[in-house]
């Protein structure tokens, strides 16, 4: 059976290539809003996190009614280190919409995305999307797309894909280039008639496969996924299982199923095959999972996520600071919250060490991990975090590393610092192209070459230039990258910083922290310029006397101190040192607090 009525596709494009934004328009002229209703820009980028940063963290399902069909939407991550985000929901469509932005053209993690969606047979309508831009160059664009479809071994059908030239944030679209649209109403058109309608098997034994997992404290974890044949009902007994076998198959039940209608979820009593559909009432399901009527179970095969490539230490927090901001600070609460992440996140893995009190956190990148740290501290977790560190593999008996894909876009006059830099890294370049007044340089670079580079190329760059990357491959071991050329402040005594101590340390380097701060020993205060750490004592109080002299008395002016965002300070991070996460404030400081014992160590070395 073919259901006309039903289409499912999914918006995916490297990040901000405005995504978000077009789905807002669709929902608006589709009639999902009132009126005089008042709505936010990005509706779907629904978390706070999500909505500071304007990025898109989960992949979210939304549904619109155009010419009576139903077309349910989701909006995916660009970010490389959500990728896993994209790899699963990608099972849950027929089609998908490509969106690149006019004047970037494809970049790495338009590659990406692109190649998933081709080794699944996709239909692919190509959306080049902020036309409005001064600098677009459509027609260039279209053709680096072809190019890039032709790269990838796309086939005759997908070589012939629609191309449409839109304004996300105006609202139109439009079949040629130069002609501005007026509304979106060919996109909605093209996706009727060019993305497959859902052909289902109707009559047959149920059968639901688990692509996303949501939580909700009264009725517990919801699967999202879609029904891939037969017809779900409400209070049905169901089997579960999944295609690796990786755990018994076991009897559950159906509680609540609900259809996705715009940005909210109906309840409802029966879904068919061909609906996407969140249900609740199996207590220990996850991602991948097969859900089949009772006693009739065919598990179906889930895509193999890709697996991580870089991974942090997570230990209970021990500095003198310890439980003075966070609600949860044991061993037992850490463990609980990593391993429930491990229910939602796919691409998160989380291994015990040797000791009660550390977890090895393996993610995609710096980013993915540094995002579970920051809804940690959100939610009142108190914690200690080590460097990124890569994980190695051994291929045909060789030490193997992760190579990224890294593309650049900078200013003409920038391009030599940046060479330098990455070659130092083992940075190898494989293509360089200009693009207007600016040039596009593509490298290979081990992923450790680039922990710490972001700040350093925005500081080259004067903060024009654009980098992203994704990952590429594993090769063998390029050898050692030097990692930091600075050292840091540490702290030389617990207490409060005063004006007097902070003004004699700012002259040895920059200082993280301002007056009144709390510090203990061995924290980190400030970075030095030279390559070895300097004690500096911050709470030095002035001595009194009876002696006035001209000159001495003058108010003490400090330089304003450098506020480090999260990522700034895991890029920060040298070996011998951990950030302390609280709700409240992030300290770094050495792994071993003590002066004396450090200066032993060094000693011994």
């Known amino acids: 059976m073919v259901r006309e009525d039903l289409r499912n596709v999914a918006i995916i494009a490297h990040v901000d290539h405005g995504k978000t934004t077009l789905v807002d328009e669709m929902l608006k002229q589709s009639g999902t809003f009132r009126e005089n209703q008042a709505v936010e820009e990005r509706v779907m980028d629904s978390n706070d996190i999500e909505r500071e940063r304007g990025i898109t963290i989960l992949a979210k399902n939304t549904s619109i009614k155009y010419k009576d069909v139903k077309i349910n939407i989701i909006d995916t991550p660009g970010h490389a280190d959500f990728g896993g985000e994209v790899e699963r929901v990608l099972k849950m469509v027929n089609g998908v919409i490509l969106l ?4 970037e053209g494809p970049m790495p993690q338009t590659r990406f995305v692109l190649q998933k969606a081709l080794e699944l047979g996709h239909k692919i309508i190509v959306v080049i999307n902020k036309i409005d831009r001064p600098d677009a160059r459509l027609n260039e664009v279209g053709d680096e797309v072809l190019e890039l479809l032709m790269d990838l071994d796309a086939t005759d059908e997908q070589l012939d894909s629609p191309i449409l030239y839109c304004s996300g944030r ?7 280039p130069n002609v501005p649209g007026e509304n979106l109403i060919p996109l909605l058109d093209e996706i009727l008639t060019y993305i497959p309608a859902p052909v289902v098997d109707d009559e047959g034994e149920m059968q639901y496969l688990v692509s996303a ?28 299982g999944d295609f690796h076998q990786t755990k018994k198959e076991y009897r559950g039940k159906i509680v609540t199923i609900y259809q996705i209608e715009g940005l909210n979820r109906v309840p409802c009593e029966s879904a068919s095959a061909g609906d996407i559909v969140c249900i609740s009432g199996l207590e220990n399901i996850t991602i991948g999972d097969t859900i089949c009527s009772f006693g009739h179970f065919e598990p179906l095969p889930f895509v193999k996520i890709s697996e991580p490539t870089v991974e942090m230490t997570f230990s209970v927090n021990d500095s003198p600071f310890a439980g003075r901001e966070g609600k949860f600070v044991t061993s037992r609460q850490l463990r609980d919250r990593l391993f429930k992440e491990l229910l939602k996140d796919v691409s998160l893995r989380v291994s015990e060490t040797d000791s009660t009190d550390s977890f090895r956190v393996a993610g995609r990148g710096e980013m993915h991990l540094s995002i579970l740290i920051e809804n940690m501290r959100r939610e009142g977790y108190e914690l200690a975090v080590s460097t990124p560190r890569v994980l190695y593999k051994e291929v045909n008996g060789k030490l193997c590393e992760p190579i990224e894909r890294l593309v650049i876009d900078v200013p003409e006059g920038c391009v030599g610092s940046v060479m330098e830099k990455l070659g130092s890294r083992k940075g190898e370049l494989s293509q360089m192209t200009p693009v207007g007044s600016r040039m596009r340089i593509e490298f290979l670079i081990p992923s450790r070459g680039l922990f710490g580079y972001r700040s ?45 101590g902070l003004y004699n340390a700012q002259e040895r380097g920059e200082l993280f922290i301002g007056a009144g701060t709390p510090v203990y020993e061995g924290m980190v205060v400030g970075a030095s310029p030279k390559s070895d750490d300097l004690v500096v004592n911050v709470c030095k109080k002035k001595h009194l006397t009876n002696t006035r002299a001209s000159g001495s008395d003058d108010a ?49 070395m």
Do not use: W
């Open 100 to 103: 690149v932005d006019a004047a």
């Open 170 to 176: 105006d609202g139109t679209a439009s079949y040629k």
């Open 213 to 240: 997992i949501d939580y909700n404290d009264y009725v517990g974890r919801i699967a999202v996924g879609r029904v891939e044949r037969g017809t779900i009902k409400v209070n049905q007994d169901v089997t579960v």
């Open 456 to 500: 350093e190329f925005l500081t080259d760059t004067k903060g024009e230039g654009i980098m992203s990357s994704v990952f590429y491959e594993y090769q063998p071991h390029k050898g050692d990258i030097a990692r930091r050329s600075t050292g840091s402040l540490v702290a030389f005594e617990t207490g409060e910083a005063i004006t007097y």
């Open 556 to 604: 003490l002016r400090l330089i304003p101190p450098r506020n480090l965002s999260l990522e700034d300070c895991l890029e920060f991070l040298a070996d011998d040192e951990l950030l302390e996460v609280t709700p409240k404030s992030m300290r770094i400081r050495k792994r071993t607090l003590s002066n004396s014992l450090r200066a032993k160590e060094r000693a011994k």
